[in-house]
C-alpha cells in the first residue's frame, strides 16, 4: 500500500469547526496529492505538494488550505467547515521522479460535517 | 486544462462476458493514461496504464487501448468474474503535469 496512512481514518465535525487531516508517507516520496470523492464527480483534486513548503493549487481548492513542513507529512485544513464539504478525502503519492504521473492513493478519510 | 469524459456512468454485464469502458480526454499532449478500480469503501487502485507510445497494453484479462489521433482510450475486461464489480477510473496527464485528471467513473456490476 505504498506506505501511506491517513488519520483520522472517520470523522464528525460540526459547521465551522476547523478540521485538520493528516496524510504520511514512510518512503520520502516528493509529490503528494489532496483528493475528494464525491458521487458523480469522480476524484477531485484539491491541491498538491512537490517538496517541503512548496505547495499548489488543484481544481477545488477554496475553503481548504495545506502545509508541508517535513517530507513524509501533509496536511489538509479546513479553517472552517461547511456541509458542502462532506465527502471522503484521499491522500495519494507520485514515486520517483519520472515522467509519468503515476500514483498511489492512501486508505481514505470520511469526514462528516454537520 | 486536460477535461476527461468517462462512459458508461453504469455497466452491467453477465459473469463471463467482456466489459468496456471509454473515455476521451482534450489535451492532445497527454501521454500517460492510468486506470484504477475502487472496491466498495476502499481506495482507488492502479490495475493498469499505458502510455501514448504504444497502442495497446495487457495483462492478463485486462486491456487498455488508445487511439491518440481521437483522443480517447479504451478499457477492456475479458471473461468478466464478481471479483471485477467495482468503480473503474480512467485518468489522463502530459509529460511534465504535476497532476492526474480523472474521468466521473464507471461502476461495474458483473451478474452471475
Known amino acids: 500500500d505504498a506506505g501511506i496512512t491517513q488519520s483520522p481514518r472517520h470523522k464528525v465535525t460540526e459547521t465551522g469547526t476547523p478540521v485538520t487531516l493528516r496524510c504520511h508517507q514512510t518512503?520520502?516520496?516528493?509529490?503528494m496529492y489532496w483528493y475528494r470523492q464525491d458521487p458523480g464527480h469522480g476524484l477531485r483534486l484539491i491541491h498538491y505538494s512537490y517538496g517541503v513548503k512548496d505547495t499548489d493549487k488543484g481544481e477545488v481548492s477554496d475553503g481548504y488550505s495545506v502545509s508541508r513542513s517535513k517530507t513524509e507529512d501533509f496536511l489538509l485544513t479546513l479553517e472552517s467547515a461547511t456541509s458542502s464539504q462532506t465527502s471522503v478525502y484521499f491522500c495519494?503519492?507520485?514515486?520517483?521522479?519520472?515522467?509519468?504521473?503515476?500514483?498511489?492513493f492512501g486508505p481514505g478519510t470520511r469526514l462528516t460535517v454537520l | 486544462g486536460e477535461n476527461v469524459e468517462q462512459h458508461p456512468s453504469t455497466l452491467s454485464v453477465q459473469e463471463g462476458d467482456s466489459a468496456v469502458i471509454k473515455c476521451t480526454y482534450s489535451d492532445s499532449a497527454s501521454n500517460y493514461f492510468p486506470w484504477y478500480k475502487q472496491e466498495l469503501g476502499k481506495r482507488p487502485q492502479l490495475i493498469i496504464d499505458i502510455r501514448s507510445n504504444v497502442g495497446e497494453k495487457k495483462d492478463q484479462r485486462i486491456a487498455v487501448t488508445l487511439n491518440k489521433t481521437a483522443k480517447h482510450f479504451s478499457l477492456h475486461i475479458t471473461e468478466t468474474q464478481p471479483e471485477d464489480s467495482a468503480v473503474y477510473f480512467c485518468a489522463a496527464s502530459s509529460q511534465g503535469a504535476q497532476k492526474l485528471v480523472f474521468g466521473q467513473g464507471t461502476r461495474l456490476t458483473i451478474n452471475p
Open positions: 518512503e520520502n516520496h516528493r509529490y
Open positions: 495519494a503519492i507520485r514515486p520517483g521522479q519520472g515522467l509519468v504521473n503515476e500514483q498511489f
